[in-house]
């Protein structure tokens, strides 16, 4: 496998679920990102690791839980998520957190949340 | 704050025509600025970004921007659009300032009509 890749593509959970989304990018990259695509807004950056340290936490609710265990990945842990947190979400890593780096996206989770 | 517009959430043009999409950004720096693409059921792909060299830059698949600082523009353009061209296309900027999180557009849709 190449680049960024994501698992799994679909979920659908109640509200009382737990569920992790899983994120793993090949590339040697040291920066990775989890990212929120709602419908008609644009991307929310919720969470950004460097060198496996949480380095930034947009006000997001304790509802999502972020994990990077090593450098090449990167999950989300769900539990009594809204209705509301149904959206896409896409996981990015970039070499480092340089202006110039480009982030590489994986092809994101759809989350329904019921 | 700095920002990010897209102008235009849908834009339709002709196959063979050319293709305009555009984006403004407000900054008291010199920013960076990004498009990605993105295809229906994917993640986000780079298609081009200015890092302070060239003005003029090109990208995959025949798209090019031109950074014109007195306008505060970065607009994406390609001379003659083809059916594979229809997707979602963001703008997004950050700056050398700190660890600046990348700034997305709403992004614009494109569709390419036969």
């Known amino acids: 496998e190449t680049g960024v890749t994501q698992t799994p593509r679909h979920l659908v959970m109640g509200m009382t679920n737990k569920k992790s989304l899983k994120c793993e990018q090949h590339?040697?990259?040291?920066?990775m990102y989890w990212y929120k695509q709602s419908a008609k807004k644009p991307l929310e950056l919720m969470f950004v690791?460097?060198?496996?340290?949480?380095?930034e936490n947009n006000s997001v609710p304790s509802r999502f839980s972020p994990e990077c265990p090593n450098s090449s990945h990167l999950f989300l842990h769900l539990h009594t998520l809204q209705p509301e947190d149904s959206a896409l979400y896409l996981c990015?890593?970039?070499?480092?957190?340089?202006?110039?780096?480009?982030?590489?996206f994986g092809p994101g989770t759809r989350l329904t949340v019921l | 704050a700095q920002s990010v517009t897209q102008l235009g959430s849908h834009v339709s043009v002709s196959e063979g025509a050319l293709v305009l999409l555009r984006c403004n950004y407000s900054?008291?720096?010199?920013?960076?600025l990004f498009w990605y693409v993105q295809y229906p059921n994917q993640g986000l792909q780079l298609l081009l970004k200015?890092?302070?060299?060239?003005?003029l830059v090109k990208g995959i698949n025949g798209f090019e921007a031109e950074f014109k600082k007195s306008e505060t523009s970065f607009h994406l353009t390609k001379p003659s659009a083809h059916m594979s061209d229809a997707a979602e296309y963001f703008c997004?900027?950050?700056?050398?300032?700190?660890?600046?999180?990348?700034?997305f557009g709403k992004g614009t849709r494109l569709s390419v009509i036969a």
């Open positions: 990015a890593s970039s070499q480092d957190r340089g202006p110039g780096d480009t982030q590489y």
């Open positions: 590339l040697g990259h040291n920066a």
């Open positions: 690791y460097s060198l496996e340290e949480r380095v």
């Open positions: 900054s008291s720096v010199p920013p960076y």
């Open positions: 200015y890092t302070s060299a060239a003005t």
């Open positions: 997004a900027v950050t700056w050398n300032s700190g660890n600046t999180p990348l700034v």
